[in-house]
């Protein structure tokens, strides 16, 4: 008998782990967590993209978002300055 409790808990466990694979509950729970400013079709686009894993379309999702947000620098003009000298902080 408790040899069954074991087997069952081990197989509760794995199914547990399986989650959904109803491609609308996907799309919404995506929707969720990153934000409902997500439409259907971009959800439904990055689950396609990851074969409807739903871990891997977040990080696919926040990577592609990120990449406009990089930090970004503009070249004001070369200034060359001596050895030994120095600059003081705060120095424009």
């Known amino acids: 008998m408790e040899m069954d409790e074991d087997i069952d808990a081990v197989l509760l466990r794995q199914f547990n782990c399986m989650g959904t694979t109803d491609k609308e509950v996907l799309i919404k729970e995506l929707q969720g967590l990153v934000g409902a400013h997500l439409n259907e079709h971009s959800a439904k686009f990055y689950?396609?993209?990851?074969?409807?894993?739903?871990?891997?379309?977040?990080?696919?999702?926040?990577?592609?978002?990120?990449?406009?947000?990089?930090p970004q620098m503009t070249f004001v003009k070369d200034i060359t300055i001596g050895e030994g000298e120095s600059v003081p902080p705060s120095t424009r």
Do not use: I
Request: aromatic share 16%.
């Open 47 to 70: 689950l396609e993209m990851t074969d409807w894993n739903l871990q891997a379309a977040v990080c696919a999702y926040f990577d592609l978002q990120s990449y406009n947000k990089l």
